[in-house]
Structures are given as C-alpha cells and as structure tokens.
C-alpha cells in the first residue's frame, strides 16, 4: 500500500470526499483483507477521503523510514508513532443451532379440539368430513353420571334430566364406584381404576346441537383428534373447536392456542422502534426517557420494563384472532360481555400474555408494549430467565392471558409421563428479580464500559481480574437498588439486518447446501472443501445410510384405518378394513440426497477416505434399485433359460 501511494502521488485525485487512484491488483486485495471500503471503477479506485487520510498517517508513504518490527502492528506503531489495535483480539466459531420462528403452533396434524373421532374422518380426523359421511363411532370418553337419574353419560349435562353430571370411575379389581381423583387407585383394594368407558358417538348430531347453539355456519374443516391421551379422558365442547376453525386457530394438548417465537433479549427501545406513539406509552407508564426527561419524542430512549415484551407482527396479528374466538365464546357460549374487542393489532398493545417454555409447567405473565419486523419476541433478560430461558436463542411461546384461564384443564393433560411439561400448570403474575436463574444476574448495568476492561481484554486476562469493577444486577440486587440498566451501543432499530434467514428462505435441503457452499467460496477465511466434507459427514451420509437400513427394516400400514403390520398380507389388504396397505419407507427417501453427494459435493471433497464411503454407500443404493427396476417375465428366464 506504501508503495501503490507514493507511485499514484502524480495521478491522485481528489473529488466529492473521494481520493481517486490509479488502480492496482495487488493493492486491491491488500484493501480488501483489510477490510478498508472502497470502489473499483474501470481504471481507478475509489477511496473515502477520510480513510485515505489514516493510510496517509499510519504507512507514511513519503517517509523513507522502513518498515520494521516482530509483527505488522508494531511495524506500523513504529512507523507511525499512532498506537495500533487488533481490530478483535480472539475469534470464536459458531453454527447456527436452530433458524429463527414466528408463527402459530400447531400439532401434527393440526387439531382445532380436542374431540375423539377414531378413524373417522379420514388421517386428518375431520369431524366434517365425518358428519358427511354419517358417521357414528365408537370412542373412549369420560364416564359421568346423572345425580338424580343415575344416567351415565359422556356429556357434562343429563340428557334427561338437564343437571350437571359428575366424573365417575370403577376399580377393575373389585368394582368400586368412586368419583373423580388425580390417584388412579382404588382405596379399597389397590386396583387400577378407569374413568372412562366406550361410547358410541353420532358425529353429526353433534356438531347440529354445537352449530345451533352457536348460531354459526359449518366451517369447511373441523379437526378433532383420533383419541384422547388423558387419564379421564374428557372431551372439549365441540363448540370450541367450531369458533376456533372459524379463525383459522389449532391447539395444543392441553387445549390453549399458542405462537411461538424465538427469544431476543432487550433493555432499551424507542418508540419508535416498537411502532407505537408516544401518548399510548405514557399511558402505559413509560412517562420519562433514561436521562429523566418527560417522554415527547418517538426518538427517546427508554428502559423497558422487566414483564414488558415486544413481539412480533405475526404474533399480534394471531392475538387479533385469538380474542376474537374467545370474545365469541364468552358471548354465544357463556352469554356475556366480550372481553377484548380487538379490532387491529393497535389494540394488543397494553394486553397481557402468559408467556411459557417447554419442559416447564409454571407461565410467566407479560404485558405487550409494541411490535417488531423481527421473527422473534424481545423481553427483559429477566423476563427469559423467569422463564427459565438463557436468552440464548431459544424458541418459547405466548398466550393471550384469558385463553389459558378459561380453555386450559389438566384434565386434557396425557396420562404418561411428561405429560404435564410445557403446559400452564402455575402462572407467575409478579417477577422477584431476585429469585431468577443467576445467569441473568451477571448483566452488566453500565452505560459506559471503563478503559480497564478493554486493556485487561487485550492482555487475555481472567475474567476475575474485573471482580467488583463492572456492576451488574446481581451488585444491584445485593445493594438493595432500584434495577437500573444502562446500555453502551445505541441503535436506530431492532430489526435493522434481514429479519428471515437463507435457511429460511430456500425451500429445498439442496437450495440450503448450495447457498452454504456457495458463501463458504466467497469467505476467505472458509475452507469450502472442509466445509463439504463436513455435511456429508456429519449429515448427509448417516442419514442417506439411516434410511438404506430403515427401507429394509420397515413396517407396512393401511391406507384408510391405519393398522400396522411388520409383514404386508398376500392379498395387499388390510386384515382389519379391507384397506390398500403400503409402504412406510419409500425409495424417494433413500435417494432425495444422492444426486446433491453425487453430482456437487463429492467433487469438492478431498479426504480419500470419506470419499470412499461415499461410493460404496452409492453403489449399494443403485444396485439395490436398479434391481428393483428389472422384471422378471417368466420363470425360464429367471432360470436362465
């Protein structure tokens, strides 16, 4: 760069900010390892005036003084007399552990209620479908009984009397009738003790009583589910199901409607940022910015509150929906005032939301104070850790508070075990910073990070070098102060990168690899032929071999009842319906990646070895099937006559 200077002296230019030089390949690329900006244009470079100013000062390209020194930035402090820093002292690789999300939760296949219906209604337990068919099935359901007629019954009302009913159970052992108990064992002699019975179930005269008390059309698809998991086995009222297809919503097991997203942590916003005026905030208590000065621009900062949550625009636009079935419920199914009346997501601003983590069962009430682009949901790191969340990325999810108050029961929860994880079984109301995961106690409070740190940082000291010289919340917390957070970094927004990934974006596994490949040629620093053998490696070839031996070892199903069979019957039908009865494991799932190792990545990798297993793992995949493509026509020929 000295040198490409000192002979472009006669030819600089000097134009809108810009130096304009003479271009060079070399210098270029000593540019571009740089990192300094720059433009090439036909013949010439282009270089922001104020960083051909600090070339001019740290290389002194008139100097004669030579370059020297035990490395490149001594040479240059030497040189130059300006004291020179790694731009970062230590590197760390990292991988990405799951993409980002935002969107409704849905179970597989997607259930609108949580109402038996067998094999009716096909693989996606359509009760309408059902209905159409006329349908009557018979399913396990809660046994309840009539107090003044003795009439057992699924329903929560007698039929013939219009009473309440009450939950019943009988011990297999001895007979005993006893009423409902989270112990499933019989007082008297130990036995096993089951709540429910069969019932044999009109699927069609029931969704005629749901839809005429609700007063509602038939929605195209109701999806119930093909059995119940519970221990008493009760059901949802089919109305429920009705009101949530009418706005598009499924459930999760235990009967609430969740949307999940992927946890980002915050202190500070704008408002600005979270897309809401500045009076809608004051009302919600955020009457003065950081600095004490009474809130009037979009453009002050403010420290968010630690049960205060940003979301994101698809999670408000489901909350939308979400009040409005439960508002329908309220009014046609429990004949009162609606609740929320939410018209746009301008009205979820100032609701509360219970915000919950898997393999947890206690919730943890939020108030949502504002939007964002991004595809994730902003909190309070104390928030994520009540949760008992690392703000690490993960993937939580969010209620509309009402929903789970009202259409949560445990008694949908599944009998086995775990059956009670991920669900609201507790609902914190009011955060103690105090009793949180001590992760989040390590967050430093400072607005203004001390020169000791980064001299420290430079040396690679111990982080206990800076015991007690940076507060954090745990030093606010032991001091018994107010939790105040400071913040070193201002940004103009939340969501200011691409809020949805590539990973995301490309559809197909071989649009990821291909753009993964193709990054990894652009970056210097990454090696495309290591980054190759990798994939196939840790992930291509196990699973292209997982599904070799899974194609060999697979079951057979029915198409329409969905029975089992570790053989297929000779007649290729099911035993139990009449079914057609098919495969499990198809060749398209052995094959969909050995074109992408064949034709792109075996060309890249260089380890002789993993090359090897490659070919034969492909080798054995077309013989296999090359086999399966001849026919045999008559048994000379298999003879070989």
Request: net charge positive; with cysteine.
């Given at each position: 760069?000295?040198?490409?200077i000192?002979?472009?002296?006669?030819?600089?230019?000097?134009?809108?900010?810009?130096?304009?030089?003479?271009?060079?390949?070399?210098?270029?690329?000593?540019?571009?390892?740089?990192?300094?900006?720059?433009?090439?244009?036909?013949?010439?470079?282009?270089?922001?005036?104020?960083?051909?100013?600090?070339?001019?000062?740290?290389l002194?390209?008139?100097?004669?003084?030579?370059?020297?020194g035990?490395?490149?930035?001594?040479?240059?402090?030497?040189?130059s007399?300006?004291?020179?820093?790694?731009?970062?002292?230590?590197?760390?690789?990292?991988?990405?552990?799951?993409?980002?999300?935002?969107?409704?939760?849905?179970?597989?296949?997607?259930?609108?209620v949580?109402?038996?219906i067998?094999?009716?209604?096909?693989?996606?337990?359509?009760?309408?479908?059902?209905?159409?068919?006329?349908?009557k099935?018979?399913v396990?359901?809660?046994?309840?009984?009539?107090?003044?007629c003795?009439?057992?019954?699924?329903?929560?009302?007698?039929?013939?009397?219009?009473?309440?009913?009450?939950?019943?159970?009988r011990?297999?052992?001895?007979?005993?009738?006893?009423?409902?108990?989270?112990?499933?064992?019989c007082?008297?002699?130990?036995?096993?003790?089951?709540?429910?019975?069969?019932?044999v179930?009109?699927?069609?005269?029931?969704?005629?009583?749901?839809?005429?008390?609700?007063?509602?059309?038939a929605?195209?698809?109701?999806?119930g589910?093909?059995?119940?998991n519970?221990?008493?086995?009760?059901?949802?009222?089919l109305?429920?199901?009705?009101?949530?297809?009418?706005y598009?919503?499924?459930?999760?097991?235990?009967?609430t409607?969740?949307?999940?997203?992927?946890?980002?942590?915050?202190?500070?916003?704008?408002?600005?940022?979270?897309?809401?005026?500045?009076?809608?905030?004051?009302?919600?208590?955020?009457?003065?910015?950081?600095?004490?000065?009474?809130?009037?621009?979009?453009?002050?900062?403010?420290?968010?509150?630690?049960?205060?949550?940003?979301?994101?625009?698809?999670a408000?636009?489901?909350?939308?929906?979400?009040?409005?079935?439960?508002?329908?419920?309220?009014?046609?199914?429990?004949?009162?005032?609606?609740?929320?009346?939410?018209?746009?997501?301008?009205?979820?601003?100032?609701?509360?939301i219970?915000?919950?983590?898997p393999?947890?069962?206690?919730?943890?009430?939020?108030?949502?104070?504002?939007?964002?682009d991004?595809l994730?949901?902003f909190a309070?790191?104390?928030f994520?850790?009540?949760?008992?969340?690392?703000?690490?990325?993960?993937?939580?999810?969010?209620?509309?508070?009402?929903?789970?108050?009202?259409?949560?029961?445990?008694?949908?929860?599944?009998g086995?075990?775990?059956?009670?994880?991920?669900t609201?079984?507790?609902?914190?109301?009011?955060?103690?910073?105090g009793?949180?995961?001590e992760?989040?106690?390590?967050?430093?409070?400072?607005?203004?990070?001390?020169?000791?740190?980064?001299?420290?940082?430079?040396?690679?000291?111990?982080?206990?070098?800076?015991?007690?010289?940076?507060?954090?919340?745990?030093?606010?917390l032991?001091?018994?102060?107010p939790?105040r957070?400071?913040?070193?970094h201002?940004?103009?927004?939340?969501?200011?990168?691409?809020?949805?990934?590539?990973?995301?974006?490309?559809?197909?596994m071989?649009e990821?690899?291909?753009?993964?490949?193709?990054?990894a040629?652009?970056?210097?620093s990454?090696?495309?032929?290591?980054?190759?053998?990798?994939?196939?490696?840790?992930?291509?070839?196990?699973?292209?071999?997982?599904?070799?031996?899974?194609?060999?070892?697979?079951?057979?199903?029915c198409?329409?009842?969905?029975?089992?069979?570790?053989?297929?019957?000779?007649t290729?039908?099911?035993?139990?319906?009449?079914?057609?009865?098919?495969?499990t494991?198809?060749?398209?799932a052995?094959?969909?990646?050995?074109?992408?190792?064949e034709?792109?990545?075996?060309?890249?990798?260089?380890?002789?070895y993993?090359?090897?297993?490659?070919?034969?793992?492909?080798?054995?995949?077309?013989?296999?099937?090359?086999?399966?493509?001849?026919?045999?026509?008559?048994?000379?020929?298999?003879?070989?006559?």
């Amino acid at each position: 760069l000295r040198a490409w200077i000192r002979r472009s002296v006669k030819t600089l230019k000097i134009s809108d900010g810009q130096a304009i030089l003479p271009y060079d390949e070399r210098a270029k690329r000593v540019l571009t390892s740089l990192l300094i900006e720059h433009e090439v244009f036909g013949d010439g470079v282009k270089l922001p005036l104020s960083w051909f100013k600090v070339l001019l000062a740290c290389l002194k390209p008139f100097s004669d003084q030579m370059l020297e020194g035990d490395d490149i930035f001594s040479a240059v402090e030497k040189l130059s007399g300006i004291p020179q820093r790694d731009k970062a002292g230590s590197f760390i690789g990292a991988r990405m552990g799951r993409p980002e999300k935002a969107a409704q939760r849905e179970m597989s296949p997607p259930v609108n209620v949580l109402f038996p219906i067998a094999e009716a209604g096909g693989s996606s337990r359509d009760l309408m479908a059902a209905a159409r068919e006329g349908r009557k099935v018979a399913v396990e359901l809660a046994a309840r009984k009539c107090g003044r007629c003795n009439t057992i019954t699924w329903r929560e009302r007698c039929q013939e009397c219009g009473l309440p009913t009450t939950l019943i159970g009988r011990c297999a052992e001895c007979g005993l009738e006893l009423e409902y108990s989270e112990e499933a064992t019989c007082p008297r002699c130990g036995g096993k003790v089951s709540y429910s019975r069969k019932f044999v179930v009109n699927v069609g005269e029931e969704l005629y009583r749901a839809l005429k008390r609700l007063s509602e059309q038939a929605p195209s698809r109701l999806k119930g589910v093909k059995g119940l998991n519970s221990v008493a086995k009760i059901p949802e009222l089919l109305e429920k199901g009705v009101l949530r297809a009418k706005y598009g919503l499924y459930i999760y097991k235990d009967g609430t409607i969740r949307f999940d997203s992927t946890n980002a942590p915050l202190t500070h916003f704008t408002p600005r940022q979270i897309g809401v005026s500045v009076e809608k905030l004051r009302e919600l208590g955020y009457t003065h910015d950081v600095h004490g000065r009474r809130l009037e621009s979009p453009d002050q900062v403010l420290e968010l509150k630690p049960q205060d949550i940003v979301i994101p625009r698809k999670a408000a636009e489901h909350l939308v929906k979400v009040s409005k079935f439960i508002d329908d419920l309220l009014v046609k199914l429990a004949g009162m005032e609606p609740f929320y009346r939410m018209k746009s997501i301008e009205d979820v601003v100032g609701k509360l939301i219970v915000a919950l983590s898997p393999h947890t069962y206690a919730g943890v009430v939020g108030r949502v104070i504002g939007f964002t682009d991004a595809l994730a949901c902003f909190a309070h790191p104390i928030f994520h850790a009540a949760k008992r969340r690392d703000c690490d990325g993960d993937e939580d999810s969010i209620m509309l508070l009402l929903d789970p108050l009202i259409n949560f029961s445990r008694l949908y929860l599944p009998g086995r075990v775990g059956g009670r994880m991920d669900t609201p079984l507790l609902i914190t109301v009011v955060i103690d910073p105090g009793e949180v995961d001590e992760q989040a106690h390590n967050l430093d409070v400072l607005d203004r990070i001390p020169l000791e740190f980064y001299r420290l940082a430079e040396r690679g000291a111990h982080i206990s070098k800076l015991s007690g010289k940076i507060p954090t919340i745990k030093t606010l917390l032991r001091e018994g102060k107010p939790l105040r957070i400071g913040y070193t970094h201002p940004q103009s927004s939340l969501a200011a990168h691409p809020v949805e990934s590539s990973y995301k974006r490309y559809g197909s596994m071989l649009e990821k690899i291909l753009g993964q490949l193709k990054l990894a040629e652009k970056i210097a620093s990454v090696d495309e032929h290591f980054v190759a053998e990798k994939m196939v490696e840790t992930h291509l070839l196990s699973d292209i071999l997982g599904n070799m031996r899974a194609f060999f070892l697979q079951g057979f199903r029915c198409k329409r009842c969905g029975a089992r069979y570790r053989r297929p019957p000779l007649t290729n039908s099911c035993v139990s319906c009449g079914g057609e009865v098919t495969q499990t494991v198809f060749r398209g799932a052995v094959e969909k990646y050995v074109e992408l190792v064949e034709k792109v990545l075996l060309k890249k990798i260089k380890s002789r070895y993993l090359a090897e297993r490659i070919n034969l793992a492909l080798e054995n995949i077309m013989n296999v099937f090359e086999a399966e493509r001849k026919e045999q026509s008559s048994l000379e020929e298999f003879l070989g006559g």
